[in-house]
Each structure stands twice: as structure tokens, then as C-alpha cells.
């Protein structure tokens, strides 16, 4: 399948984009700040798993910075996500455990076990 595009459609996709990107610059340190007060305002266990976390928090950080209505294709979304996963996943395990820890207390109960 072929998409033909004229010159003013690539230039107005082109400056939405820019106009985006600048949009969430503008407001990074807006976006630290809210990510910190939802990181200290939620408890992590009330959450399914870690995924379900982020994405609540992410999702509430681009509506109070009023990204919602440009982020119809997810691009902002994944672009945050990829930026705050890791932080927001270690608060999460940090409260709730990581799932590995509880391997490792299976395994040595069963170890425990057997002697």
C-alpha cells in the first residue's frame, strides 16, 4: 500500500511535531515535579503489577500538563515511558518487592526443607 502525502500535509506533520516536542520541553520540569508528588501520593501495592503503576502514573501526568489532546497516536506516552519506567518501576519494587526476592525465599525454604 502506497500513501501519497503533498508537500503541505508533510509540512504540517512536521511542525505538529516540532510543536509537541517543544510543548514537552517546555514543561520537563513541570512533568519531574508532578511525577514526584504522584510517586509520594500513590501506594504502589493498591496497583496490579508494576506496568499498571507506570502507565496510571504517566497517564495522569499527561493530563494534568494538559498533553492529553495532543497525544492521540501514544507517541507522547511512549516517549515518557521510556523516560520514567525504570524510576517508577524501583519505586514500585520498592514498596511491593520485586518477584525475583520471592523466588529466592521459595528456594531457600526449600532448601530448609530437604535438610
Do not use: C
Not at 515535579?33 to 504522584?38: A, E, F
Not at 509520594?40 to 496497583?47: G, K
Not at 511512549?78 to 521459595?106: C, N, Q, S, T
Amino acid at each position: 500500500m502506497k500513501v501519497i502525502v503533498t508537500e503541505s500535509q508533510y509540512k504540517k506533520f512536521i511542525l505538529e511535531g516540532e510543536k509537541e516536542a517543544k510543548h514537552l520541553r517546555r514543561r520537563m520540569a513541570e512533568i519531574e515535579s508532578l511525577i514526584n508528588k504522584y510517586i509520594e501520593e500513590t501506594d504502589p501495592s493498591e496497583f496490579g503489577d508494576e506496568f499498571e503503576y507506570t502507565d496510571n502514573i504517566i497517564s495522569w501526568v499527561i493530563t494534568d500538563v494538559g498533553l492529553d489532546d495532543m497525544d492521540e497516536d501514544g507517541e507522547i506516552r511512549e516517549l515518557m515511558i521510556d523516560l520514567y519506567a525504570d524510576r517508577l518501576f524501583e519505586e514500585f519494587f520498592e514498596v511491593v518487592g520485586h518477584p525475583d526476592d520471592e523466588d529466592e525465599e521459595d528456594d531457600e525454604d526449600e532448601e530448609d526443607d530437604e535438610v
